[in-house]
């Protein structure tokens, strides 16, 4: 049979590790990834509903000029919801985050996700 093996960390790698993920929960860190998450939606946004993943071009003239009429739309669309009063999306959580079970109170009654 095959035989199961558990590898762990080296202790430098692990403390670096803990001390990032306790850098993230700071404000300041907060502050500055805004930053990123902005360009992540962006981004995401151009994957979604513009399929930048391909090209669908070949050459460097025509994809530039797929990226820029991407980025015309893209800036059309959010226009489109400014004017229209369009609501952003309040939270930016994964699938998997949104499939967590409610939490129950004291009383047993199960609270939605705030």
Not at 3 to 26: D, F, K, N, Y
Not at 80 to 101: E, G, I, N, V
């Amino acid at each position: 049979g095959q035989r199961r093996e558990i590898m762990l960390r080296p202790q430098e790698e692990h403390e670096v590790i803990r001390h990032s993920r306790a850098e993230q929960q700071t404000d300041a860190w907060k502050d500055r990834y805004k930053i990123r998450a902005g360009v992540e939606g962006t981004i995401s946004q151009g994957v979604q509903r513009c399929g930048l993943r391909r090209s669908r071009y070949r050459g460097l003239a025509k994809t530039s000029l797929q990226h820029q009429l991407t980025g015309a739309a893209i800036n059309l669309a959010r226009i489109d919801a400014h004017l229209t009063k369009t609501p952003r999306a309040r939270t930016r959580t994964s699938h998997f985050a949104a499939l967590r079970p409610a939490e129950l109170t004291l009383s047993g009654a199960k609270q939605g996700p705030n």
